[in-house]
């Protein structure tokens, strides 16, 4: 069998997710049945201290070669990192991921994209023009249960699916009129992008994506008609933001819904039934929440009156550390797209992105939600604070 190909990265961050997925990162590819593509961690950086990304590294067990850099800008010009993880908050994507572009570097940004559906095409130009890899991070598109779902549709088990419904809501309400985030939280500080949108509805906007604009053949891609309900909280940010989208060609429609107050999943056991439906003209398939992360679906065929077939698509986890939260498929898809010398996913087309981002971005103005110039303009500057972490 051949060597498998080593993708070496450099992890741009230090906070909450970055450390997720660089423990996925360092996971055996062998426990999830991986053996033609394989992860190194070569580098991590903070804006604020080489201390921090030290800290960082130790955290998540780095091998002890890995090195840690206090900016930004001494990550991205590292000859021996190949791709940069972008796991800065929204606000920051777009300044971050072109300072890894215009170093060189391939980029996996997480979501959301960027702010603007602009910032996000002149990153797409950007990797274009350079010859880069360019991914925005929807880890749940490359989940196998994904893959299924979309497999089940494509081979027509539930018909011609007309409608699509999905909800992430989390449940924070504080009972006082605010939420569980303090105001200068990225969930919900402007500044930051903060919003139930951006961080969250764009779940639900990916299983309404995936199941109905993904699969539109090509040459037949429409984008949708954007019809948004939203709710901004006192800090200007949206907390619940509910966006029906119509493909009129295609006689369907989308029902993606967020919100920082109620939950998809009040008891934690999805006895409040699923969140996400995508209904056919034969049936019906079910995803149990949550949306960024499913572990079972379920099928209803009009032909079968009374049954279910319930199909559960369990994350692997290390038998020693117990780790493993499914972020390294995408990791994987990253790998083979550059083996392979294609620059963008297939399952995550950079046309695709853009087009959800304008659907947010269409959504969060018919709702009067603004953020700062500082983080919606796209032009990028090096020395914005935003890649310079001058706060
Ligand atoms: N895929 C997923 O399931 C998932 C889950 C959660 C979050 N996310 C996405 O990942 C991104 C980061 O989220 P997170 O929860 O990891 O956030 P977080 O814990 O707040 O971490 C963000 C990191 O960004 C850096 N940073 C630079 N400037 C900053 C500033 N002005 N304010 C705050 N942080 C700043 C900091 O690291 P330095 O030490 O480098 O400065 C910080 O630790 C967001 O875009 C979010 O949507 C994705």
């Known amino acids: 069998m051949a060597a498998p190909y080593t993708l070496r990265w450099g992890i741009l961050a230090t906070g909450w997710i970055a450390e997720v997925f660089t423990k996925d990162l360092l996971a055996d590819p062998a426990l999830r049945g991986v053996h033609d593509v394989r ?12 201390d921090r990304a030290a800290d960082f590294l130790a955290k998540v067990k780095a091998p002890s070669t890995a090195k ?16 940069i993880y972008v796991a800065t908050p929204h606000s920051h994507h777009f300044q971050n991921a072109m300072l ?24 797409i130009e950007t990797a274009r023009a350079k010859g880069l890899f360019f991914m925005e991070a929807v880890w749940t598109r490359y989940f196998p249960l994904s893959i299924q779902v ?24 504080a009972g006082d009129g605010k939420v569980k985030f303090d105001d200068a939280h990225r969930m919900v500080n402007p500044a930051l992008a903060g919003g139930a949108l951006l961080d969250l509805g764009i779940y639900s906007l990916t299983w309404v994506f995936q199941t109905l604009y993904h699969l539109q053949p090509e040459g037949e891609k429409e984008s949708p008609i954007t019809i948004a309900a939203v709710t901004k909280y006192h800090t200007g940010a949206d907390e619940a933001t509910s966006i029906i989208v119509n493909f009129p060609r295609h006689k369907s429609q989308g029902i993606a819904t967020t919100s920082l107050r109620v939950s998809t999943d009040p008891d934690g056991q999805n006895t409040a039934g699923p969140a996400i439906r995508i209904q056919g003209s034969e049936g019906e398939i079910q995803v149990m929440g949550p949306a960024y992360s499913p572990l079972q679906y379920r099928v209803i065929r009009r032909d079968s009156p009374g049954k279910v077939e319930v199909v559960d698509c369990p994350i692997p986890k290390d038998p020693i550390t117990g780790w493993g939260q499914g972020m390294f498929w995408e990791a994987d898809e990253c790998a083979r797209c550059l ?13 695709e992105s853009v087009v959800i981002m304008e659907v947010m971005e269409q ?11 500082l983080i919606t303009t796209d032009v990028y500057d090096p020395q914005s604070p935003l890649n310079t972490g001058k706060r």
């Open 68 to 83: 840690a850099y206090g900016s930004y800008h001494e990550l991205v010009a590292d000859p021996d990192v190949d791709i």
């Open 100 to 123: 890894a572009l215009e170093a060189g570097k391939h980029v996996l940004c997480e979501k959301a994209l960027t702010v603007t559906a602009a910032q996000a095409r002149k990153l």
């Open 339 to 351: 083996r392979d010398g294609r620059k963008e996913s297939e399952t995550l087309p950079w046309e």
């Open 150 to 173: 979309r497999n089940l549709i494509k081979s027509g088990a539930i018909g011609t699916v007309y409608r699509t419904t999905a909800d992430l809501s989390l449940g924070n309400d």
């Open 363 to 373: 959504a969060l103005r018919q709702g009067g939600v603004e953020y700062p110039e």
């Open 39 to 50: 992860h190194e961690v070569v580098a991590a950086a903070s804006s604020s201290s080489k």
